[in-house]
């Protein structure tokens, strides 16, 4: 997938802000599962009503952030997100409700 993850200037932890209140401006469920680092953490993502999981990367030709999507259903993606949560503390994992048309994040992009 080569849509933009990346968020300009932006710290991660005030685009997670917006995303949040848009997400749920739509009355859509956002959890936070794990707090990264609020200036420079990756961001991982699982839209369970799809069983998708979107990571943040970086695309080394261009240098910018990218999604890389994954399918995995829940039981799978719980342990893919626990095993990041002891890995990489600045790592953000957010689980959201909703399709991935309705990514707040590619709103924000």
Excluded: C
């Amino acid at each position: 997938m080569s849509r933009s993850a990346d968020f300009g200037d932006l710290p991660i932890g005030m685009a997670i802000s917006a995303a949040q209140r848009l997400h749920t401006a739509d009355s859509l469920g956002f959890y936070v599962r794990q707090k990264g680092d609020p200036d420079r953490g990756l961001l991982v993502l699982y839209f369970e009503d799809e069983d998708t999981l979107l990571t943040q990367e970086r695309d080394f030709d261009t240098d910018r952030l990218i999604w890389r999507e994954s399918k995995m259903i829940r039981p799978d993606a719980l342990e893919h997100l626990s095993r990041i949560q002891g890995n990489d503390p600045d790592a953000w994992i957010i689980e959201i409700d909703g399709s991935l048309e309705k990514n707040p994040f590619a709103r924000l992009g």
